[in-house]
C-alpha cells in the first residue's frame, strides 16, 4: 500500500514541481521585466538632460562659427597698405580688396566675371549690384570660412546697406569698422612727396624716405629723384599731386566718412589715430582687434 501510493503520488508531486518551475520562470521574467524598466526610468531622464544640454549648446555653437567681417577704412596716404598686412597675420583672414575680386572674377570666367569683363571692355562702370555679387562669391572661398577683411568697399551709404542685405543673407553682419585717422594737411604732406620706381615700385618721399641722389636744398625733379638701385628717374603718379589729392580727399569726406554714422549705432566703429608713428598705430589698432 505504501508502495503503491509513493507511485501514485510521484506524478503528483511532479506535476507541482513543474509548476513551481514554471511560477519561478515566470517570476524570473517578471523581476527582469520589472529591472529593465528601472533601468529605463533611470536612463529616461539622462536622455532628455542630454538632450537639453545639445539644444542648449547649439546656439554657442553657432555664435562660435560667427566670421569676423572687418571693413578697413581711411583716406589715401593714411598708411592702410603698412598696417593692413600685420591686421591679416594677427587675425589669419584674408584682405579682399574690389579691384582684386573684380581682376580674378574675369580672369576665372566665372558669371559675374563675364558680366563685369563685358561692363569694362565696354568702358562702362561696374555697377554696385555686380561687385556685390563678386563679394558674395568671393567670400564663399576656403579663405574666408573664419572671416575677412574689405579694403576699398563700401565707399558710400547704399553700398553699406546693399553689403549688409548681402551678409545678412549668409547670417554674417560687419563686425568691426577700422578707420585710420590723419589730417588733411599731413596727407598732403605724405602724398604729394610721395615718388616711385616704375619698373620695381619702390617707393621714395622727398621729406620721410629721400633717395640718395637728392641732396640737400636739391628741388624735387626726374634729374634728382634717383632710384637707389638701378639708377633709373622716379616719377610722381598722376594722382599724387596737389590738386589730385585734393579731389580724392572731398569725395571721401563727402561719401565715404558718412559711412561711419552708419555702423556706429551697432558699437563696431573703433577710430585710431594714424597721425603718429607707425609701431604707435599698430598698437593703437592691436588694441580695438578682438582677442
Known amino acids: 500500500m505504501s508502495l503503491v501510493c509513493a507511485i501514485s503520488l510521484r506524478p503528483l508531486m511532479l506535476c507541482l514541481l513543474a509548476g513551481s518551475a514554471s511560477s519561478f520562470s515566470m517570476l524570473g521574467s517578471a523581476a527582469r521585466s520589472a529591472s529593465d524598466a528601472r533601468r529605463a526610468a533611470v536612463r529616461a531622464p539622462d536622455d532628455e538632460r542630454l538632450h537639453a544640454v545639445r539644444c542648449c549648446a547649439q546656439p554657442n555653437a553657432l555664435a562660435a562659427e ?45 558669371e559675374v566675371g563675364k558680366q563685369a569683363k563685358s561692363v569694362m571692355e565696354s568702358g562702362g562702370l561696374v555697377s554696385d549690384e555686380l561687385v556685390v555679387s563678386i563679394i558674395r562669391d568671393r567670400i564663399q572661398e576656403d579663405d574666408c570660412e573664419g572671416g575677412f577683411i574689405l579694403d576699398g568697399f563700401p565707399r558710400t551709404v547704399e553700398q553699406a546697406k546693399m553689403l549688409d542685405a548681402m551678409l545678412e543673407g549668409t547670417g554674417d553682419a560687419v563686425s568691426l569698422v577700422l578707420a585710420l585717422e590723419v589730417p588733411d594737411e599731413v596727407l598732403t604732406e605724405r602724398i604729394c612727396g610721395r615718388w616711385v620706381h616704375k619698373a620695381s615700385g619702390r617707393s621714395y618721399h622727398v621729406k620721410f624716405a629721400k633717395p640718395k641722389s637728392l641732396g640737400e636744398g636739391d628741388e624735387p625733379s626726374e634729374a634728382t629723384m634717383l632710384d637707389d638701385e638701378t639708377g633709373e628717374p622716379l616719377m610722381q603718379r598722376a594722382d599724387d599731386t596737389e590738386e589730385a589729392l585734393g579731389k580724392r580727399l572731398q569725395g571721401y569726406h563727402a561719401q565715404t566718412v558718412p559711412i561711419l554714422d552708419h555702423y556706429s549705432p551697432a558699437g563696431v566703429v573703433k577710430k585710431v589715430d594714424a597721425n603718429v608713428k607707425p609701431d604707435a598705430v599698430w598698437t593703437s589698432i592691436e588694441a580695438v582687434l578682438p582677442k
Request: no cysteine; hydrophobic share 45%; aromatic share 2%.
Open 66 to 110: 560667427s566670421k569676423m567681417v572687418m571693413i578697413l577704412f581711411g583716406p589715401p596716404g593714411a598708411g592702410k597698405g603698412s598696417q593692413a598686412p600685420k591686421v591679416v597675420e594677427t587675425l589669419d583672414i584674408p584682405q579682399l580688396s574690389t579691384g582684386d575680386m573684380l581682376r580674378a572674377a574675369v580672369a576665372a570666367g566665372s
